[in-house]
T-cell receptor
Framework: AQTVTQSQPEMSVQEAETVTLSCTYDTSESDYYLFWYKQPPSRQMILVIRQEAYKQQNATENRFSVNFQKAAKSFSLKISDSQLGDAAMYFCAYRSSPMEYGNKLVFGAGTILRVKS | EAQVTQNPRYLITVTGKKLTVTCSQNMNHEYMSWYRQDPGLGLRQIYYSMNVEVTDKGDVPEGYKVSRKEKRNFPLILESPSPNQTSLYFC???????????FGEGSRLTVL
């Protein structure tokens, strides 16, 4: 079974600076998707960014980018120019082959990001 | 507005008192699923449904039931709730068995 590990329970960043959240995963599959979700205090689950395993290019969405290292099974999230609104719990998630497991996401334990003004 | 709606958003109940958490989506999605979120464990899938009348267990199905009689609704049933089912529950849906998952706003359940 696939597992996702987020080794940083909490992180802090100064406003306008850059922070990187770590995520590693374990799988024997070659085709899969990886995601980062943001959960603010409202509890809403917001998709931040996704990465297809077959794509070598790292995904980018505005101030959010990933460092995808397939061989190392690492998928870190970099937030540039951090803003107060970035403060939230961040979850890393893995999705296996859809034909076998449907649209099941396997989540890490989450990292709480605090942004200091 | 496209959305996944869960009710109730908050509930405090007692051990053994049957309850149902409803989930409804207005996007004509085929796939629906339930997750529970616990501190230190992230979200874990309870049950999922690939279409009407098609449901299957996720990773933590014990103590839960589901049904999918209509495409838009996917209720989560706790026949005899226990304190270890105290959790934050999310319903999610997607157009097909792949594609972006849309999450509801969560239901905070406390079982005393």
């Amino acid at each position: 079974a696939q597992t996702v590990t987020q080794s940083q329970p909490e992180m802090s960043v100064q406003e306008a600076e850059t922070v990187t959240l770590s995520c590693t995963y374990d799988t024997s599959e070659s085709d899969y998707y990886l995601f980062w979700y943001k959960q603010p205090p409202s509890r809403q689950m917001i998709l931040v960014i996704r990465q297809e395993a077959y794509k070598q290019q790292n995904a980018t969405e505005n101030r959010f980018s990933v460092n995808f290292q397939k061989a190392a099974k690492s998928f870190s999230l970099k937030i540039s120019d951090s803003q107060l609104g970035d403060a939230a719990m961040y979850f890393c998630a893995y999705r296996s082959s859809p034909m076998e497991y449907g649209n099941k996401l396997v989540f890490g334990a989450g990292t709480i990001l605090r942004v200091k003004s | 507005e496209a959305q996944v709606t869960q009710n109730p958003r908050y509930l405090i109940t007692v051990t053994g008192k049957k309850l149902t958490v409803t989930c409804s989506q207005n996007m004509n999605h085929e796939y629906m699923s339930w997750y529970r979120q616990d501190p230190g464990l992230g979200l874990r899938q309870i049950y999922y449904s690939m279409n009407v009348e098609v449901t299957d267990k996720g990773d933590v199905p014990e103590g839960y039931k589901v049904s999918r009689k209509e495409k838009r609704n996917f209720p989560l049933i706790l026949e005899s709730p226990s304190p270890n089912q105290t959790s934050l529950y999310f319903c999610a849906s997607s157009l097909r068995t792949f594609g972006e998952l849309f999450f509801g706003e969560g239901s905070r359940l406390t079982v005393l």
